[in-house]
């Protein structure tokens, strides 16, 4: 995935945010992290945040600062009523008034 200041690679067993110099930003880590089951509707990177969709309950989506690999929201996933099957970040505007959009299972 790309984002205007850096992009971000999925390997077997890890997640990597990289600067377009090729500088190593960020490698995002949770409790039950299974990246070899992502897909691009699971994930989606902005200038300043990285949202994932868990792989273990699909209503949970991870939020890190995509420039430390920090979790955001005091480490709280957000939950969803229902499964999650796709996450999108906004890509402009300003960092505290980022949107993250989802679609749940039943299209909503």
Known sequence: LQASR???LVEASAIY???YEGRLLASPKWSGMRPDSLSKQ???LSSDCLA???QTDERTVHLFDSNTGKPLN???PFTHKQEIVEVALDQTG???ERKLAIVDKNRD
Do not use: M, Q
Request: hydrophobic content about 40%; charged content about 20%; proline content about 6%.
């Open 6 to 8: 850096h992009f971000l």
């Open 94 to 96: 300003l960092p505290n």
């Open 52 to 54: 994932i969709r868990d």
């Open 74 to 76: 005091d480490g709280k």
């Open 42 to 44: 699971a994930i989606s």
């Open 17 to 19: 945010i990289y600067s």
